[in-house]
């Protein structure tokens, strides 16, 4: 592990650093804020939309939307190490991605492999200035961890597809534009095979989305059901009946999680500042001693996130690819993101009951009860984060990897 820049790393971190503190538009530098940028993006408020579309014409002048895409499809072509230090930074000042991650990360790279060039000309530029959204069309309500049991089907029907099925914990998909997902286009085939790769418009006959309203009112997470919906053949990508391979290209990214580990340190930052200000009458933590040693673990966990980061990228920036090491930190990082929710909720005791109105769901960020805490952050960050132990692979999955191919023991 390598913990110091080099001189050219040094220089790189000092001017996305400049950037971000010249370029970050003011509703995103409350720091208790965590504003969605895709919700301002769909946003009817002006100042909310128009921040959203400000901060990613800023970071699309220097292709750092999709900053690990090549230069000739608009991004920066950054190193593994460029790319963790520009996460560090934009994590550190709790900057947001300004384009749908889906989009970047995974559409953008499966277009660049196996796109047509027709494809790439259409879908990269519009993911790149934010006029398309994307969100990512695999799970089903009998297909999550064992995706390759998908069962939406896609006839062939001439120069379309009829697509017929349910998707499931759709994430973004209600303030999203179009969606990409893996159908079944050959139900004998074995299940890793027969399968194919679409996008769609969301507003396509026979779509429709509905919201699965989660426990602090968020409705991020959707069901999207397709009923006779005909897409043409030309928006696949890649062969038919190859998708479960397209679906799985991703390009060389940071995979460190850097920004999980600085979110958590900042979290914590941000609870023993307000217990020692402003929220101090409300904090138990000097009628209650051993909550002074939880949140001093907090504080090591985070650290140790940290160092896990370092890890995971020191192995990347040396050219190895991190496996077993990548399911540690993932483990570790959801499950220490829940305990810090759980302290910060028992540091302020019964005041972590308070809630935003129940009657205004049209912002479930939004809090009324001027008595909560931190704008109840903790309380709803402690139900919100249940799935983080589910979402990417479940605690379990990450336990088998890193027995069977970290330690070396057998499979059951």
């Known amino acids: 592990m390598d913990w110091s820049d080099t001189p050219e790393q040094a220089t790189f971190r000092s001017e996305v650093r400049s950037f971000v503190q010249d370029r970050l538009p003011d509703r995103y530098r409350q720091p208790a804020a965590r504003h969605n940028w895709q919700h301002d993006r769909a946003s009817d408020v002006p100042t909310e939309h128009e921040a959203a579309m400000a901060w990613t014409a800023a970071l699309g002048e220097r292709g750092w939307v999709a900053p690990h895409w090549p230069k000739a499809y608009g991004g920066a072509d950054l190193t593994s190490m460029e790319q963790f230090i520009f996460n560090q930074e934009m994590a550190v000042a709790g900057a947001p991605g300004a384009a749908s991650v889906h989009g970047v990360a995974m559409l953008g790279p499966t277009l660049i492999v196996h796109g047509t060039e027709e494809q790439r000309s259409e879908y990269l530029p ?40 349910q998707k499931t914990w759709t994430s973004g998909a209600g303030t999203a ?52 919906v005909h897409i043409p053949v030309s928006q696949r990508i890649g062969e038919e009946n ?42 138990r933590l000097d009628r209650t001693p051993t909550l002074r040693g939880k949140l001093a673990d907090r504080y090591t966990e985070a650290t140790v996130g940290y160092q896990f ?31 810090v929710a759980h302290t910060g909720t028992q540091v302020f005791g019964l005041y972590s009951n308070l809630w935003p109105d129940e009657t205004d769901t049209s912002d479930a960020r939004a809090t009324t009860d001027a008595y909560a805490p931190m704008g109840a952050r903790h309380t709803r960050a402690s139900v919100m984060s249940i799935p983080s132990t589910l979402a990417g692979g479940s605690s379990e999955i990450q336990r088998n990897i890193i027995a069977t191919r970290g330690l070396g023991l057998p499979r059951g």
């Open 126 to 165: 519009k993911i790149l200035s934010a006029e398309v959204v994307w969100c990512q069309g695999y799970s089903e309500p009998a297909a999550g961890s064992d995706l390759a049991s998908l069962q939406m089907r896609a006839t062939r029907d001439g120069d379309d597809y009829v697509v017929n099925g």
């Open 177 to 228: 534009d179009w969606v990409f997902a893996l159908v079944r286009t050959e139900p004998d085939a074995p299940k890793h095979r027969g399968i194919s790769f679409v996008v769609a418009d969301l507003k396509t006959p026979g779509i429709s989305v509905r919201p699965i309203i989660d426990m602090g009112w968020g409705d991020e997470l959707n069901e999207t059901f397709f009923e006779d």
């Open 242 to 283: 190859r998708g479960w391979y397209v679906g799985m290209t991703l390009l060389d990214f940071e995979r460190s999680g850097i920004s999980s580990a600085v979110g958590l340190q900042r979290d914590i930052k941000d609870l023993v500042t307000a217990i020692q200000g402003d929220e101090a009458n409300k904090s």
């Open 309 to 339: 980061s370092l890890l995971i990228i020191s192995m990347q920036a040396a050219g190895q690819v991190p496996n077993h090491e990548a399911s540690v930190a993932k483990l570790f990082m959801s499950e220490r993101g829940q305990a």
